[in-house]
């Protein structure tokens, strides 16, 4: 019996050893591909891109064909311009400017695929709290502007005047309107009131929308800000802060701010103005990190990323933009100062500072944010130059769109090819 079975050990090792020697002569030697390492981490060469370039599948594969030609590393895609939708979205109507085109025609599924293919990353850029341009209305009655105009910013100028006035009246959002329309350039548009807690839960729904259903190497904030220091005075902000500041004082001071507040609703904000600053920025802080825990607890791989004021003092106390303790607060993965300034000595300046608040935590980055569009490449190029040696990990050039244009800054209209050229003369140095 003991014979019997060494016997069969013997014919099954046999046998397992001719398979497995069967196996090797027919695999191709080339099938082993050993793992790739980066000795040095990847520069970022990222762009962004506006929604004008996303309007139809030909004008998308055009633009990731340049940009692989150029050999740029990720597309920062706008798909939230003014609280529309440049992909299928659950909450927001489709962009006008996709009218006509087919249904079936997603304007970042196609980005991802095209990209993807070409080895480039994605990121979805969101346009946060400017949802319309106020001289140019948007068409669609589902826009949030119409269907909540309660969610909507107020200025100071006028937040006497609206607070007790019915948002849904024509004469309240007519006001509004006007107002913005007059702004200049301090104001962009219509604003959504960071204050509002329904507001940002539809701003938290709109980017889990987009992070559950599409394959993006990362998500981008932008205008997550308020305007200008004049805002918001809306009537919901207002009585939050009230709300808030009143657990603080005592019996005495409660009372006189009361009776005031019958005449002047504004009073609270008046009378504290630093804590009333300190509040709005509380607002930013908490969507931003609400954002970024949902992001990493469904997909941690993916990169949150956000345009800020490269003046961070300005960011701070006029937009109650506090970037930088988003960054020691781990609340942010990258930030992209649009350090936009043609003076070379004060984008440097921007961006080191950037740099030594990104240092403070491990693993956070900076990339410049370039103004392609207002200098001539050797410009650009001299700035990439001082964000490699400030210690940024990349560079993001506004914007793809103005690169491709013929213009005074790019008469060839090759800016891209001329910036790849550049960099293959100069590549990354390994750091000491």
Same mark, same amino acid.
């Given at each position: 019996?003991r014979?019997?079975?060494?016997i069969?050990?013997?014919y099954?090792l046999?046998?397992?050893?001719? %398979?497995? !020697?069967?196996q090797?002569a027919?695999?191709?030697?080339?099938?082993?591909?050993?793992?790739?390492t980066?000795?040095?981490?990847r520069?970022?060469?990222?762009?962004?891109?506006?929604?004008t370039s996303? *309007?139809s599948?030909e004008?998308?594969?055009e633009? %990731?064909r340049?940009?692989?030609?150029?050999e740029?590393?990720?597309?920062?895609?706008?798909?939230?311009?003014?609280?529309?939708?440049?992909?299928?979205s659950?909450?927001?109507?489709?962009?006008?400017?996709? !009218?006509?085109?087919?249904?079936?025609?997603d304007?970042?599924?196609? @980005?991802?695929?095209?990209?993807?293919?070409?080895?480039?990353?994605?990121?979805?850029?969101?346009?946060?709290f400017?949802v319309?341009? /106020?001289?140019?209305?948007p068409g669609?009655r589902?826009?949030?502007?119409?269907?909540?105009?309660d969610?909507l910013? %107020?200025?100071?100028?006028?937040?006497f005047?609206?607070?007790?006035?019915?948002?849904?009246?024509?004469t309240y959002?007519?006001?509004?309107i006007?107002?913005?329309?007059?702004?200049g350039?301090e104001?962009e548009g219509?604003y959504l009131?960071?204050?509002?807690?329904? /507001?940002?839960?539809?701003?938290?729904?709109i980017?889990?929308?987009v992070?559950?259903r599409?394959d993006v190497?990362?998500?981008?904030?932008?205008y997550?800000r308020?305007?200008?220091p $004049?805002?918001?005075?809306?009537? *919901?902000?207002?009585?939050?802060?009230?709300?808030e500041?009143?657990?603080?004082l005592d019996? +005495?001071?409660r009372?006189?701010?009361a009776?005031?507040?019958?005449?002047?609703?504004?009073?609270y904000a008046?009378?504290?103005p630093?804590?009333?600053? $300190?509040?709005q920025?509380?607002q @930013?802080t908490d969507?931003?990190?609400r954002?970024?825990?949902g992001?990493k607890?469904?997909k941690?791989?993916v990169?949150?990323?956000a345009a800020?004021?490269a003046?961070?003092?300005d960011?701070?106390?006029?937009?109650?933009?506090?970037?930088?303790? =988003?960054?020691r $607060?781990?609340?942010?993965d990258?930030v992209?100062p649009?350090?936009?300034?043609?003076? *070379?000595? *004060?984008?440097?300046?921007?961006?080191?500072?950037?740099?030594?608040? /990104?240092?403070?935590?491990?693993?956070?980055?900076?990339?410049a944010?370039?103004?392609a =569009? +207002? $200098?001539p490449v050797?410009?650009?190029?001299?700035?990439?130059?001082?964000a490699?040696?400030?210690? !940024?990990?990349?560079?993001i050039?506004f914007?793809y769109?103005?690169t491709?244009? %013929?213009?005074?800054?790019?008469p060839e209209?090759?800016?891209l090819?001329?910036?790849r050229d550049?960099?293959?003369?100069?590549? @990354?140095?390994a750091?000491?």
């Amino acid at each position: 019996m003991r014979r019997a079975l060494l016997i069969m050990l013997a014919y099954s090792l046999f046998f397992l050893s001719a %398979v497995l !020697a069967l196996q090797k002569a027919a695999a191709p030697e080339s099938s082993f591909v050993p793992p790739v390492t980066d000795a040095v981490p990847r520069e970022v060469r990222a762009l962004w891109v506006v929604r004008t370039s996303l *309007t139809s599948p030909e004008s998308i594969i055009e633009m %990731v064909r340049r940009a692989r030609e150029a050999e740029f590393t990720d597309l920062v895609v706008q798909v939230r311009g003014r609280g529309d939708a440049y992909y299928n979205s659950r909450w927001e109507p489709r962009a006008a400017e996709l !009218a006509g085109t087919s249904k079936d025609f997603d304007p970042l599924a196609l @980005v991802i695929s095209q990209a993807h293919a070409a080895g480039i990353k994605v990121h979805a850029w969101i346009n946060t709290f400017l949802v319309a341009n /106020a001289r140019e209305l948007p068409g669609s009655r589902e826009h949030v502007i119409y269907k909540h105009p309660d969610w909507l910013a %107020v200025p100071k100028a006028i937040g006497f005047e609206l607070y007790k006035g019915n948002p849904r009246s024509s004469t309240y959002f007519n006001r509004l309107i006007s107002f913005a329309a007059g702004g200049g350039e301090e104001l962009e548009g219509l604003y959504l009131s960071p204050a509002h807690p329904a /507001a940002r839960e539809e701003i938290y729904g709109i980017w889990m929308d987009v992070l559950e259903r599409y394959d993006v190497d990362g998500m981008h904030f932008d205008y997550i800000r308020y305007p200008n220091p $004049q805002f918001d005075y809306s009537r *919901t902000s207002l009585e939050r802060f009230r709300g808030e500041l009143e657990k603080t004082l005592d019996i +005495r001071e409660r009372a006189r701010l009361a009776r005031l507040a019958e005449d002047d609703p504004l009073v609270y904000a008046a009378a504290y103005p630093d804590r009333y600053a $300190q509040f709005q920025r509380d607002q @930013v802080t908490d969507l931003v990190e609400r954002v970024y825990t949902g992001v990493k607890a469904r997909k941690p791989r993916v990169i949150v990323s956000a345009a800020v004021w490269a003046n961070d003092e300005d960011a701070y106390s006029a937009r109650f933009q506090d970037w930088k303790l =988003w960054l020691r $607060q781990g609340i942010l993965d990258v930030v992209c100062p649009m350090a936009y300034s043609k003076n *070379t000595e *004060t984008f440097t300046s921007q961006i080191e500072n950037a740099v030594t608040s /990104a240092a403070e935590r491990d693993g956070a980055q900076v990339w410049a944010g370039i103004s392609a =569009w +207002r $200098q001539p490449v050797e410009g650009s190029l001299e700035k990439i130059s001082a964000a490699r040696e400030a210690g !940024a990990g990349g560079f993001i050039l506004f914007s793809y769109d103005s690169t491709v244009k %013929v213009s005074e800054n790019n008469p060839e209209g090759d800016y891209l090819l001329r910036v790849r050229d550049a960099l293959k003369s100069k590549p @990354v140095m390994a750091a000491d």
